[in-house]
């Protein structure tokens, strides 16, 4: 699994890389710029306005499962924001689809409902 992980974050900067220069034949290396400096921006905005709407959530939020998840969209907005910090086609995908409402509180839905069935697991054994 960590040889599957490492080969997946050395692969991906180098298509990244590939498919820059690919689309900075196409339509232009001063474009391709362009696009990755305004990808930077607007995933900065998102990510702040994104931010203060999880940060306002958890200030709400009263139970321990509304927390986590809180917590865990919160990481999913860090994540999502280095992602489009990094110049890339692959790594603004993405972060982009990350930093979305719908996507990131899904992701965090099935990641907490994964972790409460296991803890029921553990403890139907004991």
């Given at each position: 699994?960590?040889?599957?992980?490492?080969?997946?974050?050395?692969?991906?900067?180098?298509?990244?890389?590939?498919?820059?220069?690919?689309?900075?034949?196409?339509?232009?290396?001063?474009?391709?710029i362009a696009i990755i400096l305004i990808t930077g921006m607007v995933g900065?905005?998102?990510?702040?306005?994104?931010?203060?709407?999880?940060?306002?959530?958890?200030?709400?939020?009263?139970?321990?499962?509304e927390v986590t998840r809180n917590v865990l969209e919160g990481l999913l907005l860090v994540g999502g924001g280095i992602l489009l910090l990094l110049p890339g086609v692959i790594s603004d995908i993405t972060g982009?689809?990350?930093?979305?409402?719908?996507v990131r509180e899904r992701i965090a839905a099935r990641i907490t409902n994964k972790g409460s069935k296991n803890v029921q697991i553990e403890f139907q054994r004991l």
């Open positions: 699994m960590i040889g599957l992980v490492l080969l997946f974050l050395l692969l991906v900067p180098f298509i990244d890389l590939y498919l820059l220069v690919k689309i900075s034949n196409i339509i232009g290396f001063w474009e391709v900065a905005e998102v990510m702040r306005r994104e931010g203060a709407y999880v940060l306002k959530k958890a200030q709400r939020s009263v139970t321990a499962g982009l689809s990350i930093i979305v409402r719908p």
